[in-house]
């Protein structure tokens, strides 16, 4: 095993202040629920981060900031570096590198796309050299990029142009092929769940580390659901994931990343708003979302 990260991995949010801009300072508040709640490494800049949106800069000090933070602690830092240009990915790649980031993960570009495995092999390669021994992970994420490659061939050829690669961020509902993920090269890559909804089937087939955006604000119910797996109480881990699912279809209908990042604000964790194209929250989508919460067993259930 080239690198592993077990547990949650949380999908960490972009904080910005009243008027938009990047605001670092409250990246302390978010580690320190993070470490509180039992989460075992941040995963910086990615989709949850809405690194679309961010500036090469605000990419860059958002990462120096979570890695300055997590000196000293327990929790790892994850750089996500993808964007559709290449020069930009080694820049981003090196900059975690210097700032001090455990692993780096990037996505396949999104606007050009690449046609085969081999394509993209070809993009990620000197992304990951950037970062000389960094573990790098691929984020396959098909349903944002439009990129949906074999994962099974991608692991065949990549550790021969990527020798850094540790695995893949597998954001990805094909439950088939994961199995088959875990199981390439006897189980030398490290294969991390991205749907928070479906963690319970994924801990079936054997994933020991998952990458979601609510481990920020319920990692408390995960780390139960894994608990009752590990005993062997499948009655316990479904109702934990049942609740997972209820609180994503609550955020969702109001607009998940603007309703999670209300929760944090709820949580005592505030990150602010979300950027355009994203539409922020109003008020009453504010009060109904508290008020689900609170009048349900969900508001208890992601106390840490």
């Known amino acids: 095993m080239r690198h592993r990260l077990e547990g949650l991995v949380a999908a960490v949010h972009s904080p910005f202040d009243a008027q938009g801009s990047l605001n670092p300072q409250a990246?302390?508040?978010?580690?320190?629920?993070?470490?509180s709640s039992g989460v075992a490494a941040a995963?910086?800049?990615?989709?949850?981060?809405?690194?679309s949106s961010l500036s090469m800069g605000e990419r860059i000090a958002l990462t120096d900031a979570w890695a300055r933070v997590a000196k000293g602690t327990t929790l790892k830092i994850v750089a996500h570096v993808g964007t559709t240009c290449q020069t930009d990915a080694i820049a981003l790649a090196r900059a975690a590198r210097k700032s001090g980031a455990h692993a780096l993960s990037a996505v396949a570009p999104s606007y050009l796309k690449p046609?085969?495995?081999d394509d993209l092999i070809g993009f990620l390669a000197p992304v990951a050299a950037a970062a000389h021994d960094l573990p790098f992970y691929f984020y396959d994420i098909p349903a944002l990029t439009g990129v949906s490659l074999g994962m099974v061939p991608f692991?065949?050829?990549?550790?021969?142009?990527?020798?850094?690669?540790?695995?893949?961020?597998?954001?990805?509902?094909?439950?088939?092929?994961?199995?088959?993920?875990?199981?390439?090269?006897?189980?030398?890559?490290?294969i991390l769940f991205g749907i928070?909804?479906?963690?319970?089937?994924?801990l079936a087939l054997g994933i020991r580390g998952a990458v979601g955006s609510s481990y920020n604000f319920a990692a408390p119910i995960y780390n139960r659901l894994i608990a009752a797996f590990r005993k062997g109480d499948l009655a316990a881990a479904r109702l934990e994931q049942e609740r997972s699912v209820r609180i994503i279809r609550?955020?969702?209908?109001?607009?998940?990343?603007?309703?999670?990042?209300?929760?944090?604000?709820l949580l005592g964790a505030?990150?602010?708003?979300?950027?355009?194209?994203?539409?922020?929250?109003?008020?009453e989508a504010k009060a109904g979302i508290e008020r689900e919460l609170r009048e349900t067993d969900l508001w208890t259930a992601i106390q840490a």
Request: net charge negative.
């Open 155 to 190: 692991l065949d050829k990549a550790p021969s142009q990527i020798p850094q690669l540790a695995g893949i961020k597998y954001t990805n509902p094909d439950l088939p092929q994961l199995l088959e993920c875990l199981t390439h090269s006897s189980g030398s890559f490290d």
């Open 43 to 51: 995963f910086v800049c990615g989709t949850t981060g809405e690194s």
């Open 250 to 265: 609550l955020l969702a209908r109001h607009g998940y990343m603007a309703a999670a990042k209300h929760v944090m604000d």
């Open 27 to 35: 990246v302390e508040a978010q580690a320190a629920r993070l470490l």
């Open 270 to 283: 505030p990150v602010g708003t979300v950027r355009p194209p994203l539409r922020p929250l109003d008020a």
């Open 196 to 202: 928070d909804e479906a963690l319970l089937p994924s």
């Open 115 to 117: 046609a085969s495995v």
